[in-house]
């Protein structure tokens, strides 16, 4: 059974959420306080992390940040915080999604699933490893791992989903849309700053001046797209 841990300091809120997820087949943890919420999340395994922002001792985006650095699972991010900016943050730290309060507890149930049944494919094992290179940049699909000219560079999950995707369709220009579809497995509903995140994020790591950029090109008024 898949383990979530939740971490709210509204208890009715954590409640909801875990009775939802519960009826749908999932084992949830709550921890109320940002301290303890963290320490749990990276002694314990999970599968997924749901964390609110404004929590006491310490804040979400810090536990964020800490869990990316040890954990590759899931996280998303739910907050009554509704500026760009805040989404822009959580999402540059290494979160997969986000999610403004208040939202219906069954469309928090489907990005669950959606995002676990992604991730469960993505990390199922293979008979050899997938590799793809192109000028410079080696990408392991099985191990998961990128080298930029033989430098080993760390992307977070959805980075590398994007990342990789890109690079197996070279010179085709993608829509942000088309991208939010395939990298985040929903239709968009106004998140497309998502993309625009992700892709500052990639090219930080793989071009050498990220204000021409040589691989990830930016199509005005269309979208993007990798070229060789």
């Not at 500026?83 to 669950?112: C, H, N, Q």
């Not at 293979?126 to 410079?136: A, K, L, S, T, W």
Request: negative net charge.
């Amino acid at each position: 059974m898949s383990r979530i841990l939740i971490i709210e300091d509204e208890e009715s809120i954590a409640e909801l959420e875990k009775d939802y997820l519960e009826l749908s087949g999932f084992e949830v943890d709550i921890e109320n306080d940002g301290d303890k919420g963290l320490k749990r999340a990276l002694e314990q395994d999970y599968d997924l992390y749901i964390l609110d922002l404004m929590l006491p001792v310490v804040d979400g985006f810090e536990i964020c940040k800490e869990i990316r650095k040890k954990k590759n699972a899931p996280i998303i991010i739910v907050s009554a915080k509704k500026d760009d900016i805040d989404k822009i943050r959580g999402l540059g730290l290494g979160a997969d999604d986000y999610m403004t309060k208040p939202f219906s507890p069954s469309e928090m149930v489907a990005r669950v699933k959606a995002h676990m049944a992604r991730y469960d494919r993505l990390v199922s094992s293979h008979p050899q490893n997938d590799i793809v290179e192109i000028r410079g940049i080696r990408i392991d699909k099985t191990a998961r791992r990128v080298w930029v000219n033989g430098e080993e560079k760390t992307f977070t999950n959805k980075e590398f989903d994007l990342l990789t995707f890109l690079a197996e369709n070279p010179n085709h220009v993608f829509t942000k849309e088309e991208l939010f579809r395939e990298i985040w497995n929903m239709d968009s509903v106004g998140d497309i700053a998502t993309v625009t995140v992700h892709i500052k994020k990639i090219r930080e790591k793989i071009e050498f001046n990220t204000a021409k950029p040589q691989y990830i090109e930016t199509i005005w008024g269309v979208g993007y797209r990798f070229k060789i």
